[in-house]
Each structure stands twice: as structure tokens, then as C-alpha cells.
């Protein structure tokens, strides 16, 4: 059984949402490409939003395991993108954060990606805007429920 053959209304909605999302993100990671991966950009926006951390953390927040978060660590750090500095609640360890290029790359790439994004919401009608906004706290809900 599919996704698409699932009985209930729910099934359908999230069979639909799911896969209007996959083709808006892939379209919007066409807008503003900095070179980077999926991986590297999320790890960006991850330590952008939550602040500098462990890389164990990060590898959590990433669900990734901690080998391909070093990895992705270290890939950010040849690029400038991230700095690492002592824990200051434990000196033996390390957090990562991001540095001032990591920081403007992603401002450039988020500046990009919203114009794009804008460009598409102004080909709708102002009914279709409407419902879109309205629906942003229940798609925002979505991303923090895990």
C-alpha cells in the first residue's frame, strides 16, 4: 500500500503535503546556490539557530551520526564557514559556531531563496496568499513536533 492509497483524508493531505514540500524545496535550492551541500547548508542553519555547539549536538539536531557530522564539521571549517573554540563548560571539549563568512553566506543564500520564494507567492491570488498565511502556523507547528 502507498501513501496514495492510504483510506483516510489525513493520508491523502500528508500524501500531497509531502510531496508539494519536496518539489518547493527542491525549487527554492535552485535560488541563491552558495556551492554547498544539502548537509552543509542545514548544519549552517542549525548552528544559526540554535547557537554555537557540540558536534554531537549538532550530529543530533542533524540526525546524522557523529562520523558524517565531523565530516560536514570539518568540510564548513576549510571553507570559513565555521570556527571551533573551547567549551566553556568543559575545556576539553569544543563547539563549533558560525564564523563571519558562515554567517554573510547564509544572509546572502536566506536573501536569495526568500526572493525566489516571493517571486512564486506574488503569481497567487490574493485569496491563495491569504490561505497560505493562514496555514504558516500549523505548517510551523509541523517543523518544531518531532
Same mark, same amino acid.
Do not use: C
Given at each position: ?5 492510504? /483510506?483516510?483524508?489525513?493520508?491523502? *493531505? ?19 546556490? /552558495? +556551492? ?11 548552528? $544559526? $539557530?540554535? +547557537? ?9 539536531? =542533524? *540526525?546524522? +551520526?557523529? /562520523? ?8 564548513? =571549517? =576549510?571553507?570559513?564557514?565555521? @570556527?571551533?573554540?573551547?567549551? /566553556?563548560?568543559? &575545556?576539553?571539549?569544543?563547539?563549533? $559556531?558560525?564564523?563571519?563568512? +558562515? ?8 536573501? @536569495? ?13 490574493? &485569496? $491563495? ?10 505548517? =510551523? ?6
Amino acid at each position: 500500500m502507498t501513501a496514495l492509497d492510504l /483510506p483516510s483524508q489525513t493520508g491523502t *493531505s500528508a500524501a500531497r503535503l509531502r510531496m508539494a514540500l519536496v518539489r518547493l524545496a527542491r525549487t527554492l535550492r535552485r535560488h541563491g546556490d /552558495p +556551492g554547498l551541500t544539502p548537509s552543509q547548508i542545514s548544519a549552517l542553519a542549525t548552528v $544559526e $539557530e540554535f +547557537g554555537p555547539m557540540r558536534i554531537s549536538t549538532l550530529a543530533t539536531y =542533524e *540526525s546524522m +551520526g557523529a /562520523p558524517a557530522a565531523t565530516r560536514v564539521v570539518a568540510s564548513l =571549517e =576549510e571553507l570559513n564557514l565555521f @570556527e571551533r573554540r573551547d567549551d /566553556p563548560d568543559d &575545556k576539553r571539549a569544543s563547539v563549533v $559556531e558560525l564564523s563571519d563568512v +558562515g554567517r554573510a553566506t547564509l544572509a546572502n543564500l536566506w536573501n @536569495e531563496r526568500t526572493i525566489g520564494l516571493s517571486s512564486r507567492l506574488d503569481r497567487l491570488s490574493a &485569496k $491563495e496568499r491569504a490561505t497560505i498565511d493562514a496555514a504558516l502556523p500549523a505548517i =510551523e507547528k509541523l517543523v518544531r513536533d518531532n
